[in-house]
């Protein structure tokens, strides 16, 4: 189970797992943080199939989630999820960003995808407070790998050193409270 979870420093763009997820704004138009690097990496390619989707479903609410093709970047596909905007806490945040991690690894597992790579969703420009964001993402998909075999292996990438040093401190109590 431990093996399962995986935490690395560095950009999420360059790796080469099945799926890289995005944290995207509900336009999925890419803009600026991970997403922006998502969309330079990518190229025009993701652009395109992002305009698909929007044009066949609207927009992407917070909490859910798309999936596209990955464009130049190493991966093979890229599930878009919209985080929520920090305001406070009272605004259903905890709930929404749960779902947002819940909905990417159901798109990943109804794919048939392995490997997964997640940044730390809503934490940059969205405002999401880091340690509390990292909990609920670590626990969340933990709880997933618990009841599915796939995806198999999930990578969280931390851009910054407070998320790597929050997100090796959860892996290194994983199953403690267990
Ligand atoms: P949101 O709008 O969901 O807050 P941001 O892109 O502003 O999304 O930030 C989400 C997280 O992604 C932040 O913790 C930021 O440090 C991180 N980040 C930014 N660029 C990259 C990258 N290239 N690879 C991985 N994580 C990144």
Redesign the pocket.
Known sequence: MTARIQVLQ????QLEVDVIVN?A?PSLMGG????G?IHRAAGPALEEACALVRQQQGTCPPGHAVITQAGNLKAKAVIHTV?PVWKGGDAHEASLLEEAYRNSLQLALDNGYQSVAF??????????PKPAAAEIAFHTVERFLTFHRTPEKVWF????DE?ARLYKRLLSQQGDAA
Request: overall charge negative.
């Open positions: 560095g950009d999420i763009t944290a704004n600026g943080g991970v997403d690097a985080g940044p730390a969703i809503s934490t940059g420009v969205y405002g999401y990438v931390c851009f910054d998320n």
